[in-house]
């Protein structure tokens, strides 16, 4: 076999092997990971790290599309009374000197997408044991770590490459299968006639039927309904029926706009299987963003909204279906829904 048919044939097993990429979401000890359909994961420190975050993020593929931050306080919160952090990270307590020229610095964030400068970073911390300021509050345990960036490799298949972090090997960069091709969910109509008033009014009256002859909890003066235009002939239709301490379980139909009202209940179901098995989603907390023309649903795992599951449908003309899933399993008040970890995306 002569070399370009060879290399003609790996590169379409490559292909056909990046077809699909099954979102991952693991934690090993302090270090959590998450990558999406598009195999771009994302590995952070958790645990009791009073507010001192290492974030890497890598994409798929040959090129070397990786980002390594250090953040005291997140992008919304900073420990204003710390100092600069930059020339006071310590490695077991041994200080950290870092090529700056190779960094964007601020007082309180530290970020590259040098790739020798991420290298660099990485194998001086990789078998150490934590990260600290010598001044002011912070720990990253780097417990955990070694076993994530192995995970990144094995799930972008850089096991054996030059571009993996951790078994490195002689394989060429162009050895890495791509990302999968993006899949597109398609609006029908994005612009659909607005509902009249006499359909609006219709709808409600027939969305307070449906919720008064549902079988739900949620107190009768918390219950609401919602009406929405999907296309020139369908509409969305939303009320509440169970309640939590902070979240609210919603029922939906996709229903005609025209009377005799023809209603189907909608059932979300995950195209992949998510850490907790279950792959049918409650509308919990429902809403619709009239703007995007997307279902959104956000599930809190907690009050203060800093762990969770957040989704995003659109409706192709026959079911609602998956856009964005977005969870974040650690409730450690560093993310809010909006940069939870993402393990499906799609045009």
């Avoid at 307590?93 to 997408?113: C, Y």
């Avoid at 001086?124 to 720990?139: C, F, H, M, Y």
């Avoid at 096991?159 to 060429?172: C, L, M, N, Q």
């Avoid at 023809?262 to 098995?277: D, M």
């Amino acid at each position: 076999m002569s070399l370009r048919i060879k290399s003609l044939f790996l590169f379409l097993i490559f292909i056909a092997s990046s077809v699909f990429a099954a979102p991952a979401q693991k934690s090993f000890s302090d270090w959590q990971v998450t990558c999406n359909n598009q195999n771009f994961c994302a590995a952070r420190n958790t645990g009791l790290h009073k507010g001192l975050v290492m974030t890497l993020t890598r994409s798929a593929g040959a090129h070397t599309d990786a980002t390594l931050r250090i953040d005291l306080g997140n992008m919304t919160t900073t420990e204003v009374k710390s100092p600069p952090i930059a020339q006071q990270i310590l490695v077991d307590g041994e200080p950290l000197t870092l090529d700056l020229a190779k960094w964007q610095v601020t007082p309180h964030h530290l970020k590259t997408g040098d790739a020798d400068a991420i290298n660099s970073f990485l194998d001086k911390v990789v078998n150490a044991g934590v990260i600290t300021l010598a001044q002011g509050p912070g720990t990253i345990s780097l417990t955990g770590l070694k076993a994530s960036l192995l995970f990144i490799d094995s799930q972008q298949q850089r096991v054996g490459s030059e571009t993996a972090w951790i078994k490195k090997g002689d394989d060429p960069p162009l050895s890495v299968p791509p990302a999968p091709a993006l899949k597109e969910v398609a609006l029908t109509n994005p612009t659909p006639t607005p509902l009249t008033q006499t359909e609006l009014n219709d709808l409600l009256d027939y969305g307070s039927w449906r919720m008064n002859n549902s079988q739900c909890s949620l107190d009768p003066a918390r219950r609401e309904v919602r009406v929405f235009a999907l296309s020139d002939d369908k509409a969305l239709l939303m009320t509440g029926c169970e309640a939590g301490a902070y979240n609210i379980v919603d029922l939906a139909w996709v229903v005609s706009r025209q009377k005799p009202f023809v209603a189907r209940q909608i059932r979300l179901k995950l195209p992949f299987t998510p850490g907790s098995g279950n792959t049918e989603l409650e509308l919990m907390n429902a809403g619709y963003d009239e703007t995007n023309k997307e279902l959104t649903t956000l599930a809190k795992g907690r009050g203060i909204g800093d762990c969770g599951v957040a989704t995003r449908w659109r409706f192709d003309g026959q079911r609602f279906r998956l856009v964005r899933y977005a969870e974040e399993p650690t409730c450690d008040e560093w993310n809010s829904n909006a940069s939870w970890p993402t393990l499906w995306v799609t045009k």
